[in-house]
């Protein structure tokens, strides 16, 4: 396994299978069944306290380099034992927390000085608990030097990082996310990082927040709480589940504003850890007294900065003989305005994430036409020229994002106020892209790329000014398993706002992946359905608790979020979609 399966993905419950055999659809006859499309954290296989052994008397420096390794696999996480194989000075210096570092094997050490150890399947993990992949092959060696002290051999040089087994880490740490504004301050972007579970979640969270986002993604997202502040924070949970914040050292003068951004952050962040529900913030141990006279806030408010999009339109939408039209929860039925009542010649549409309007592509792929959904207004042409356009993306700034796959490759640009602005996004940009997603908060862009012998899923960070200003994306990254060889990928959607589903169309059957946006999670487990017609797309939102849907090549919409069953299309629905 070259990655941590930290999520299992799942697709369907046994009380679905008699529904699954009414639709045309089967399990597989082995293996465990769980629920339709949802993704839940694996079950914490919490173990039993490990104590490591202290170094011992006349050890060798292969084996006092083993102690080392073995001692930071301690249970409760604790480096103190580990520091006792190192010498007096670098015990003082040596910095666990500036990486991680997983391995599915290790070697056992060899030589005498310096001691080396191989590492199998290793990846890394930045100071914050940011994935970074795979460690690179000439970094899989690692180097120890030993020197004598009081007649016993110590470590005198080791890597400033946590090296566990992958197995020990999965157990022991969750991905969950850190939120920190987009350029604007108007939204907020989650960044997946792993911490440890248990007790210590709430601490590690707000620690995280308080490093800050990194120079990596300058650009792409900023925090209003002050870094470098509260060294050795701890973050107590109260009984009734009030956890204390104290920001102490050089915060400076907080505006009202600049709070209210402050607590938005450690609401979203810290209502990842259930037992919270509010939050009390200090500053320099001096409670904030917020404007309803109170001194705490509740973990679920900020709803106007949700990265998802603040009210947005949680409905389906498609296309039924050129016409919109819209799930009730029971059926299709037509929508209003200019889309519903008139029949257009598109292939795809999308709608923005309040479903005020409408974007759809041509039949030809060459042109965009954009209209309003209610009674007022027309559908008209935008000022787009395409050769052949796939289906465009919202944000929650009502830019339409455009990908047009050209002779030359993919062309990335967006649509706002009547203008088009091309984007240049390194390792997408010219590319073979099959499909495309955007989030809704603006900050990632995920595209397929088809390749000779096989698809890869990648990932780019949009980065923007303080007004809203794109000015590009960083360098695609790989968020698909190498290690999977040759697929195609027919279909992405969004999962999560941090994760995507990607399907593979075999013959008969789908097999359908879950995908961290940082390339985490490309371990997940798959899961298969078989189908009597093979699926065509996957419609997915952001919003964790909008199901998970597939159109079939025979028109029908299969739900897969629980019932697994057809929905009732009034006639062939085409290009279902959720908003964004």
Not at 96 to 104: A, D, M, N
Not at 116 to 134: C, F, K, R
Not at 420 to 441: A, C, E, K, W
Request: aromatic fraction near 6%; hydrophobic fraction near 40%.
């Amino acid at each position: 396994m070259n990655r941590p399966r930290i999520l299992v993905a799942v697709l369907a419950s046994l009380a679905a299978l008699v529904a699954l055999a009414g639709c045309g659809l089967s399990m597989p006859t082995s293996g465990s069944v769980h629920d339709a499309g949802r993704i839940t954290a694996a079950q914490p296989d919490e173990g039993f306290e490990l104590d490591p052994r202290p170094p011992q008397q006349g050890a060798t420096p292969s084996e006092i380099v083993d102690g080392f390794l073995e001692a930071m696999l301690a249970t409760p996480l604790q480096t103190t034992t580990a520091r006792k194989y190192l010498s007096k000075e670098l015990a003082t210096s040596w910095n666990p927390q500036q990486e991680t570092i997983t391995y599915s094997d290790k070697a056992p050490a060899r030589g005498t000085g310096p001691v080396t150890v191989d590492l199998v399947g290793a990846n890394h993990l930045d100071e914050q608990g940011s994935w970074l992949g795979p460690v690179p092959a000439s970094q899989r060696r690692l180097h120890f030097s030993v020197v004598r002290e009081d007649g016993q051999w110590r470590i005198s040089a080791a890597p400033d990082a946590l090296v566990v087994s992958e197995s020990w880490f999965e157990s022991r740490f969750v991905q969950e996310s850190l939120y920190y504004f987009d350029p604007t301050g108007r939204i907020l972007v989650p960044t997946p990082v792993f911490v440890p579970r248990g007790s210590q979640l709430a601490t590690a969270l707000v620690r995280g927040l308080l490093r800050g986002p990194g120079p990596s993604v300058e650009g792409v997202v900023r925090t209003l709480l002050p870094t470098g502040v509260s060294e050795g924070l701890s973050v107590p949970v109260s009984q009734n589940g009030v956890a204390e914040v104290d920001l102490s050292g050089d915060v400076g003068q907080q505006s009202q504003h600049a709070i209210q951004l402050m607590s938005a952050q450690l609401a979203w962040t810290l209502r990842q850890e259930r037992s919270i529900s509010r939050i009390r913030l200090t500053i320099d141990g001096r409670p904030v007294e917020f404007s309803d006279g109170g001194d705490d806030f509740p973990v679920n408010g900020f709803a106007q900065f949700d990265p998802t999009g603040y009210a947005s339109n949680d409905n389906l939408w498609g296309l039924r003989d050129g016409r919109l039209v819209t799930y009730d929860g029971d059926r299709f039925v037509a929508a209003g305005g200019p889309w519903g009542s008139t029949a257009h010649d598109v292939r795809a549409v999308s709608l923005s994430l309040q479903a005020k309007s409408v974007a759809g592509v041509t039949s030809d792929g060459r042109s965009v036409l954009v209209g309003p959904v209610d009674e007022r207004g027309a559908v008209r042409r935008a000022p787009v020229s395409g050769t052949d356009l796939l289906r465009p993306q919202w944000d929650y700034a009502n830019r339409l994002w455009l990908v047009d796959r050209t002779r030359d490759g993919a062309r990335v640009s967006f649509l706002e106020h009547g203008v088009v602005t091309p984007v240049r996004v390194p390792g997408i940009t010219g590319q073979d892209v099959r499909t495309f997603l955007v989030s809704r908060d603006g900050s990632r862009l995920v595209a397929v790329i088809h390749g000779q012998v096989g698809d890869r899923v990648v990932a780019s960070r949009l980065r923007s000014d303080a007004h809203a200003q794109v000015t590009g994306g960083t360098r695609a990254r790989v968020i698909s398993d190498p290690a999977e060889g040759a697929i195609r990928i027919q279909a992405l959607a969004w999962h999560s706002a941090t994760a995507v589903v990607a399907l593979q169309q075999l013959p008969e059957t789908a097999l359908i992946r879950i995908l961290s946006v940082d390339g985490a999670a490309a371990g997940f487990a798959s899961v298969t359905l078989t189908v009597g017609t093979p699926l065509r797309t996957l419609v997915g939102s952001p919003v964790t608790e909008d199901g998970l849907y597939a159109t079939a090549v025979d028109g029908r919409v299969v739900d897969l979020s629980g019932q697994a069953m057809d929905i009732a299309t009034g006639g062939t629905v085409r290009a279902v979609t959720y908003p964004g």
